[in-house]
């Protein structure tokens, strides 16, 4: 019984939003993915407001000190910039965001096989081609990494192939 008083306690004054895993996300925004990557942090945030005619879906990729890469630069991406998908295979599947920029591609991913176990990171692809690719090192924060998600965000995988996990 005392143990439950002081975790309340606790909770009372580090509420659960403060003990979120680090993220590239500012206040406003939602973490849609998320995860390290050694000292560097993968995180995919979206506007609050996202929807199919309003907000924005963006990669990021840094240090809690600087984030060195966003995709799109802007938020406000063109059409076609950001797409989803899902991955099915024996005995697992998975889902993830592709974001383009210029020839280069980076895609986030969560999958999990009952024979090799769960896979989660970004692939970094040039003209079709894999140049890199980064695993995450914790669990990933993967509450809105879905399919719904995706719908309510007016993404479309139509079109734009498939992806192979690193």
Known sequence: MLIRAIIFSLLLFFPVEAMAAPN?????????F???AGKKLISVCASR???RTSGYLQYRFGTLAKT???VPANTTPAPGTVVPGDLMFSGGGGTYLRFKTADISYTVYTAVSGSWGDKDGVAIDRAGKRISHLSCTDAPTIDKFNSGFFEKAGLTS???GEFDLP
């Open 158 to 160: 139509e079109g734009y």
């Open 68 to 70: 060195e890469l966003s």
């Open 34 to 36: 998320n995860c390290s």
């Open 49 to 51: 407001d996202i929807s």
């Open 24 to 32: 590239l996300c500012s206040e406003g925004e939602v973490v849609v």
